[in-house]
């Protein structure tokens, strides 16, 4: 799953992805404004490091989102085919908000996100409004040539859309059925995306409750309250600086701002959220690991998340909860209790599950 980072000029955006996925290039690597530079971040979880403790494996897999960082966002800049490209092959959107003084990096106007909001939303919106209209006209021929079903379902619904849009509402907020989503997932729609809004602060003594506080001070509630939204504060100078330092350093210096978790934490943990992700686990000698699965996820397909055999020969799977295994000691002692449980091809898989596939392959 690929999340786009974007943004306006001079916000943190590149500076985020650097931090965010630990990528190394020299400035001379963005001599093309337009050129896109993709990155995985690993998805912390203090769950799956337990169960390290336990087991000590050989090898520790965490669960990762795929960044992608495109140039600053414009009308001018979603005019090109190769930046727009970029866009639309993404799941979800971070769109980097400027909320920090420094006089030494340019902006123009005083500093609002919600305003910065409101303007790149609009360019999202007016270039999916230009493909709606250049689409209708197309169907609109075919239509007059051989009215079927399929093309008359289609004509309605991107008619809905484009009223919807014309209120000045992104895609992301219009109600479609399943079908409906089905028909317009080949468009790709920008404003469509799941959005997650990240408020980029100044660094303060009083950092801990500044991110806290972010979101309403700049009265961004409700934006990230709307369907398919979400917002996370993050202090990119401070990040910047914890990526520089030993896990014992980074510990101590969030404690000094009374902080528990980096704001790059809880931003990838949003991210994760936002896509309609979990993760279960598996935990063994070899590997401890987490799993990508959507929410709702039946067991078989989970296995085959794994492996394509585990799904094709799944007979039953094996389940704890990750904090009933840990008191538990160990799966034969959790066995003995009763806690370690047999779920069927049907079973739900929910968020920190471990699980082991029984199967017949």
């Known amino acids: 799953m690929k999340t786009g980072i974007i943004g306006l000029p001079q916000v943190g955006k590149t500076s985020l992805f650097r931090i965010l996925t630990k990528a190394h290039f020299s400035d001379q690597g963005y001599s093309n404004p337009r050129e896109a530079h993709v990155g995985i971040a690993k998805v912390p979880d203090a769950r799956l490091d337990r169960l390290a403790d336990l087991y000590h494996p050989k090898k520790l897999t965490h669960a990762s989102v795929e960044y992608v960082d495109v140039g600053a966002i414009g009308q001018e800049a979603l005019k090109e085919s190769s930046y727009i490209g970029h866009l639309r092959n993404v799941d979800a959107l971070a769109h980097v908000l400027r909320a920090f003084d420094d006089a030494s990096i340019p902006h123009v106007g005083p500093i609002d996100p919600l305003r910065d909001i409101k303007n790149v939303e609009f360019d999202l919106m007016v270039s999916d409004l230009g493909q709606i209209e250049k689409r209708m006209e197309r169907v609109e021929k075919d239509l007059k040539k051989m009215r079927t079903p399929d093309l008359e379902k289609e004509f309605e619904l991107l008619k809905r859309a484009k009223a919807h849009l014309e209120t000045e509402k992104p895609l992301r907020e219009l109600e479609m ?6 028909r317009l ?5 920008l404003s469509e995306k799941p959005i997650l809004y990240v408020v980029n602060v100044s660094e303060s003594p009083t950092l801990g409750s500044d991110l806290e506080s972010a979101v309403g001070k700049y009265r961004l509630a409700e934006v990230a309250d709307r369907p398919n939204a979400t917002a996370a ?3 990119g100078k401070v990040e910047a600086e914890l990526a520089e330092m030993s896990d014992e ?3 101590e210096f969030l404690g000094s701002y009374g902080l528990k978790e980096s704001g790059l934490v809880r931003l990838i943990r949003s991210t994760y959220q936002l896509l309609g992700l979990i993760s279960f686990l598996t935990a063994g000698e070899d590997e401890c690991r ?3 699965i959507p929410v709702n996820t039946r067991a078989v397909e989970a296995a085959g998340a794994i492996h394509s055999d585990l799904q094709k020969h799944f007979i039953r799977a094996e389940t704890i909860r990750w904090d009933a295994l ?4 160990s799966e034969a002692n959790a066995r003995a209790k009763g806690t370690l449980r047999l779920e069927g091809k049907d079973y739900i898989v929910q968020d920190g ?3 082991h596939i029984r199967h017949s392959g």
């Open 290 to 292: 987490a799993w990508t």
């Open 177 to 182: 059925s399943g079908e409906d989503k089905k």
């Open 249 to 251: 350093e980074a510990t």
């Open 326 to 329: 840990l008191e538990a000691g």
């Open 353 to 355: 599950d471990v699980m």
């Open 185 to 189: 997932r080949g468009f790709m729609f």
């Open 233 to 235: 504060a993050i202090c």
